[in-house]
């Protein structure tokens, strides 16, 4: 009987050992957040006939991350930008950058990126990951700075920003079709997720 | 950018390319056939495109990344071989044509693969319908469009078929640059001079001869151009079919009254009557240019 006892005792333990590592390890699982549009902004520049900057910004992204405070290796980043969202306040030059002289946005419809690692630094998270543009991937690795958070009615919010320079010619955009706008292009990431 | 000097260039060497090699094979064949003849203008085309790319520097990818890369990679390659294998073998016919077809069938697909063009062969059964049945669409008026061309050349022969082809595929090369695709459009610059040489230096070998391996390369060509420029250009199917069946009209020679006039004036009217509608799609596309350009060069236009 009282063997017995021992043993029920000892199952009991075990069950509410296991929930309450489950529900520690709960605790510390990364917040997954979406890609808040209203609030975010992926813009870019290229230098025209290299006296001056031409300024633009894609329209339509969509992405998510998932912070792990306790483990930031494991935080993970994603983001999709619509190529033919691209937007430089001139209708016709828009057109003409969709072109598959420029983006070829009907056969390369979209622009991405996704993390291959992360690890902290000081104000933000160096994140290293595949950039994909024009049908050519290449890694790279962007400096987010931020990571603050913020709870806005009811939902925690967090930001990052980042710079990303890269050369076209690196995405097999032609060198012959880069004429007066500059082969290097700078893009700028203002990202703003909600926790889901 | 835009070159015209290269283009000039690019074009003249291919065309000096393929005037030679036809001159090398009428002067080591003895007698000149028709069948050397149609298998010497597929090796002259080849050759011409190869050094007219070459001078312009294409930058083509390997495995094809693009409708370009595809048209330039596969589908011209192909044709020329298969019109090789046609010209040294011709007989049967039928076997010939069922050939052509097949790769006429094939040609929109191999084009579109990885584009947004092809969604809906990811997804659910109804969103496959539009792209179904717009390249079946388009494998049909290119075959129909090549057998109909094919037809009137073995009908009548002469050179002017082939050159109101390569006409028809100039302007559609101009048309796609002033759309805003450059690339495109440069691409028919050796195209075109190739065709043109080949088939004047194919003329003087063998008189009032219908070699048809012209025909076939320069009808896939045209067909691919327009495609390109359809589907990830900006040209509409409207100008897209209007220049695909523009050749056609060389058929009106074969009324009555003009069949069996002099060589030459059949070829003049001919040519005459596909410069017309060629003529008024550069006035339109040159009108579309420049008001495209007007805000893009940030002029003012009303001061």
Known sequence: MSMRRNFLDLARAAVVGTILCAAGQLGYAADEYAYDLVHSSVSFKARHLDISWIHGRFNEVDGKFSLDRENPSKSTFELTIKADSVDTANKARDEHLRQPDYFDTKQFPTIEFKSTSTKVIEGGYEVTGDFTMHGKTKKVTLVLKGGKEHLFKDVKRVAFSTELSLKRSDFGFDKNAIGPIGDEAIILIDCEGMRK | ?303
């Open chain 2, 1 to 303: 950018m835009p070159d015209p000097v290269l283009y000039l260039q690019a074009m003249g060497f291919a065309a000096f390319a393929s005037a030679m090699l036809i001159f090398i094979v009428v002067g080591a064949v003895h007698p000149v056939t028709l069948k050397w003849m149609n298998v010497a203008s597929v090796l002259a085309i080849g050759l011409g495109l190869v050094v007219g790319y070459g001078l312009l520097a294409f930058r083509l990818n390997w495995p094809p990344a693009n409708g370009l890369d595809r048209l330039l990679l596969v589908i011209v390659p192909a044709t020329l071989v298969l019109e090789l294998i046609v010209s040294c073998w011709s007989e049967p016919r039928r076997i010939a044509w069922l050939m052509r077809f097949f790769l006429a069938a094939a040609i929109p697909r191999i084009l579109l693969p990885g584009s947004v063009h092809l969604d809906g062969f990811h997804g659910e059964a109804r969103l496959l319908l539009k792209p179904v049945a717009e390249l079946i669409a388009c494998s049909v008026l290119l075959a129909g469009t090549w057998r109909m061309l094919s037809w009137l050349s073995e009908r009548s022969g002469g050179c002017s078929i082939p050159l109101a082809l390569a006409l028809t595929i100039q302007c559609t090369g101009l048309t796609i640059m002033m759309a805003g695709y450059i690339k495109g459009g440069a691409a028919t610059f050796p195209l075109t001079a190739t065709l043109v040489a080949t088939t004047l230096a194919a003329s003087l070998a063998v008189k009032r001869s219908s070699i048809t391996a012209t025909i076939g390369i320069g009808m896939v060509e045209l067909f691919g151009i327009l495609f390109i420029g359809r589907f990830f250009g900006r040209i509409s199917t409207g100008f897209a079919l209007t220049m695909l069946v523009t050749p056609l009209l060389c058929w009106v020679s074969e009324f009555p009254t003009l069949r069996h006039r002099k060589p030459w004036l059949v070829g003049a009217v001919r040519l005459l009557l596909v410069a017309i509608p060629l003529i008024a799609a550069l006035v339109l596309a040159k009108l579309d240019f420049d008001r495209a350009m007007t805000p893009l060069l940030g002029q003012l236009i009303n001061v």
